[in-house]
T-cell receptor
Framework: GQQLNQSPQSMFIQEGEDVSMNCTSS?????WLWYKQDPGEGPVLLIA?????ELTSNGRLTAQFGITRKDSFLNISASIPSDVGIYFC?????????????FGTGTRLTIIP | NAGVMQNPRHLVRRRGQEARLRCSPM?????VYWYRQLPEEGLKFMVY????????ESGMPKERFSAEFPKEGPSILRIQQVVRGDSAAYFC????????????FGPGTRLTVT
């Protein structure tokens, strides 16, 4: 089945630093989604990408859909304490009847005081 | 517009009992997805349903697990004769018919089997 490799697994940064994480896939996806999950909660959708090469921003977050459709990255600029959490990428093939999301393994973001 | 609702948030069952997890999608959403998450792991797809139809159950264990999304009422994920390995967080997501891509998640049900 599909596999998504997400890196890094964890990041320890200071407040105000920029953050970058990425996902690579063994095969092609038609949609990439980025989610953030806080402890004890469900994933919250941050950014959705629909076209190869697309670059989309949501406030301090920027994500890109790779040209090969096998990768995506997420950048967070000027991190703040509420950015702490686990970030997941998810890919979707988007064929009828095959709309399930395949999730990456997550990047845990910690801000060092 | 209320988000995806799941209940209960926490469920404790003894081995051999049945677990019923409920999910009410966002208003206007007719597609429901169930995912399972083990500690320190990503979410794994289980089943995709539309009203009264199972579209894709490729991620669902063949035995003891079943799901439904009736014409009226919430979607139900049922686990019969639970075992310790069923302990996990179960998340429901919904998407609108005309989107087909963005899935919005509920807060999850944390199942503990003792």
């Amino acid at each position: 089945g599909q596999q998504l490799n997400q890196s890094p697994q964890s990041m320890f940064i200071q407040e105000g630093e920029d953050v970058s994480m990425n996902c690579t896939s063994s095969s092609i996806f038609n949609t990439w989604l980025w989610y953030k999950q806080d402890p004890g909660e469900g994933p919250v959708l941050l950014i959705a990408l629909y076209k190869a090469g697309e670059l989309t921003s949501n406030g301090r977050l920027t994500a890109q859909f790779g040209i090969t459709r096998k990768d995506s990255f997420l950048n967070i600029s000027a991190s703040i304490p509420s950015d702490v959490g686990i970030y997941f990428c998810a890919g979707q093939e988007w064929d009828f009847g095959n709309e399930k999301l395949t999730f990456g393994t997550g990047t845990r973001l910690t801000i060092i005081p | 517009n209320a988000g995806v609702m799941q209940n209960p948030r926490h469920l404790v069952r003894r081995r051999g009992q049945e677990a019923r997890l409920r999910c009410s999608p966002m208003k206007g959403h007719s597609h429901v997805y169930w995912y399972r998450q083990l500690p320190e792991e990503g979410l794994k797809f289980m089943v995709y349903l539309q009203k009264e139809n199972i579209i894709d159950e490729s991620g669902m264990p063949k035995e003891r697990f079943s799901a439904e999304f009736p014409k009226e009422g919430p979607s139900i994920l049922r686990i019969q004769q639970v075992v310790r390995g069923d302990s996990a967080a179960y998340f429901c997501a919904s998407s609108p018919r005309d989107s087909g891509c963005e899935q919005y998640f509920g807060p999850g049900t944390r199942l503990t089997v003792t």
